[in-house]
């Protein structure tokens, strides 16, 4: 099993910045993907950004230009520095990671999700 630890939500104004962490432990084999989605009330969970092997990222358009994702291989650990947020960026983030624990397939695994909001 893989266990993801996520941290550093919480209320800031319009404008600022937020940075969410995220940390997997476990018997992990390998890791494929960790990435960032969110669920704002009312609506579905969507993409915010994933970060694939290789360092290939991917980000959702309405973030793109405001939110860098980054992970530490070493670490085990994925990052979302948020900046220029907005009122509609508020959210639960929810941490998702792909991979292979030791006997098994890989599969997704998903914290228990960090709230974000954006208020004045």
């Known amino acids: 099993q893989v266990q993801l630890v996520e941290s550093g939500g919480g209320l800031v104004q319009p404008g600022g910045s937020l940075r969410l962490s995220c940390a997997a432990s476990g018997s992990i084999f390998s890791i494929n993907a960790m990435g960032w989605y969110r669920q704002a009330p009312g609506k579905q969970r969507e993409l915010v950004a994933i970060?694939?092997?290789?360092?290939?990222?991917n980000y959702a358009d309405s973030v793109k230009g405001r939110f860098t994702i980054s992970r530490d291989n070493a670490k085990n650990t994925v990052y979302l520095q948020m900046n220029s947020l907005l009122p509609e960026d508020t959210a639960v983030y929810y941490c998702?990671?792909?991979?292979?624990?030791?006997?098994?397939?890989?599969?997704?695994?998903w914290g228990k999700g960090t709230l974000v909001t954006v208020s004045s």
């Open positions: 970060v694939i092997s290789g360092g290939i990222t």
């Open positions: 998702n990671c792909n991979a292979k624990v030791f006997g098994k397939n890989a599969m997704d695994y």
